[in-house]
């Protein structure tokens, strides 16, 4: 039996799920904004794939992506899911085959599948969290260096910058 480690929800999971209904970005196009962005974390991060990760009720939704040929995975086999959890960190898997969380995940387990990932927290201001800018490949690698760690972070503060720019306006 192959076992995986699904990312806990969040304890105020009900009004994450509100706030991020709120913007209404789930389903939305990605525009060039964040496909220049997941494009540029790509090179940075030096893999194949780049994805902005929404972490939604069932499901973690892309919306943008690079190397990607799907648009959302089931949230139980999101790693995005698990980085979101940690909004002071980037979470690197160097090989997503070793680690005890993630070894049995079927996006690990599939033919050329996940090995190695690279995920910064998405945040609102607010606080709330909501996904993950990651980086991913099929091969395994070596941690992020300071500049790479640093690229990634700077680049998820633009994607939030840019959702941001959708928040909700207070009626009256």
């Not at 209904?21 to 090179?43: C, L, N």
């Not at 190695?116 to 927290?121: D, I, M, S, T, V």
């Not at 790479?148 to 306006?169: S, Y």
């Amino acid at each position: 039996m192959t076992f995986f480690s699904p990312a806990r929800r969040p304890k105020d999971e009900t009004r994450r799920q509100a706030v991020l209904d709120s913007y209404g970005i789930i389903g939305s196009p990605p525009g060039p904004v964040f496909q220049a962005i997941v494009a540029e974390a790509a090179r940075a991060m030096g893999t194949p794939t780049a994805a902005i990760s929404l972490i939604d009720r069932d499901r973690q939704w892309f919306l943008a992506s690079v190397g990607l040929d799907i648009s959302e995975t089931p949230r139980a086999c999101s790693f995005c899911a698990h980085a979101m959890l940690h909004p002071n960190d980037l979470l690197c898997v160097p090989d997503a085959s070793r680690d005890e969380r993630f070894r049995g995940n079927p996006l690990v387990t599939a033919e050329n599948g996940l090995r190695f990932y690279a995920g910064a927290p998405l945040i609102l201001r607010d606080g709330t969290p909501i996904g993950a800018l990651c980086a991913i490949d099929v091969v395994a690698r070596g941690p992020l260096t300071a500049r790479q760690e640093e690229k990634l972070r700077q680049l998820a503060g633009r994607v939030i910058d840019e959702i941001e720019k959708r928040k909700p306006q207070p009626l009256g």
